[in-house]
């Protein structure tokens, strides 16, 4: 026998919803895509006739100077490197010791587990201040060293809880079967902790990689050493260079002195040099981000 679908007529008031949620979603994506979209046209116009204003949707006059600007610059290059060393080589060692502070905090047989929960805890909410903090780093020889970066971010806190109540949820009896067979805590931590806990890892993962990505500000406070200067920091730098004489009469005359490009280009192509890369990532880990922080959420 033939089974024959049964479509089922919209009534007028599905219709209207419909039309209602398409239109405040249309808003919303156009609301959040837009400034983005005009920070990149104005980037690739031509900065003397970006001064004129009325770009909207596409750039008037193409020009990639501004990029040019940045992109020559060697410290901007050396830069770089060091944002992308901190972000590959900081990223996997935050995740794997907060993924093992989370897995001894989640077994139900450590002593004083609630305890050591509420030290970590208190931690998010109190803190000794950046005197005390910079103190602890001289004396323990970080300060003008790229572990500066690495090691005093290895644990948050936060992302602890994320990957603490998402091994909590995991049923009891596979840990118990698997104790049975022999393994020990390492052996359960490796070969299903981890495994089994990619979505959470991955979204943490992306937390910290954004978070060593953009950071500029420990690099001002605990380097000196220009060498070790951040991608962000440099282009901080670039942007106060290029914040004097921001006034669309100076740049104009500087429009027509030659200068190829104005304060303005100059931080719109900053905004996506520092943006583009780390967005590029998110496809890649979306689909694990959001049954990540679902599954990982803190549980009531």
Not at 161 to 180: C, G, H, N, Q
Not at 200 to 219: E, K, P, R, S
């Amino acid at each position: 026998m033939i089974k024959k679908k049964v479509k089922h007529k919209k009534s007028k008031q599905d219709v209207i919803l419909d039309i209602i949620k398409v239109v405040f979603l249309s808003i919303i994506t156009i609301v959040t895509i837009y400034p983005f979209w005009n920070i990149f046209i104005i980037s690739i116009n031509d900065a003397t006739d970006a001064i004129r204003g009325n770009l909207h949707f596409w750039p008037r006059v193409f020009s990639l100077e501004s990029y040019k600007n940045i992109l020559s610059r060697q410290e901007f290059l050396n830069s770089t490197k060091v944002t992308v060393a901190r972000t590959v080589i900081g990223t996997p060692i935050a995740v794997f010791v907060t993924t093992m502070l989370a897995y001894v905090l989640s077994r139900k047989d450590l002593v004083a587990k609630k305890f050591v929960t509420i030290i970590f805890i208190f931690t998010m909410y109190f803190g000794g201040g950046l005197v005390p903090y910079y103190m602890v780093l001289k004396n323990i020889h970080l300060l003008n060293s790229f572990w500066v970066y690495i090691f005093p971010g290895c644990v948050s806190v936060y992302n602890m809880i994320l990957v603490k109540s998402y091994i909590e949820a995991m049923p009891d009896e596979i840990f118990e079967a698997t104790r049975i067979d022999g393994a020990n805590d390492l052996t359960i931590f490796f070969r299903m902790i981890i495994p089994l806990s990619k979505p959470i890892l991955m979204t943490i993962g992306l937390f910290v990689a954004v978070g060593q990505w953009n950071a500029w500000f420990d690099a001002y406070l605990f380097t000196s050493d220009q060498g070790l200067k951040t991608m962000q920091s440099i282009l901080v730098e670039i942007l106060n260079q290029y914040s004097m004489g921001s006034s669309n009469s100076e740049q104009m005359s500087n429009a027509a002195a030659g200068m190829t490009v104005t304060p303005d280009s100059i931080r719109m192509a900053a905004t996506m040099v520092a943006t583009v890369p780390i967005i590029l990532v998110y496809p890649f880990i979306q689909k694990y981000f959001v049954k990540g922080i679902m599954l990982g959420a803190v549980k009531s």
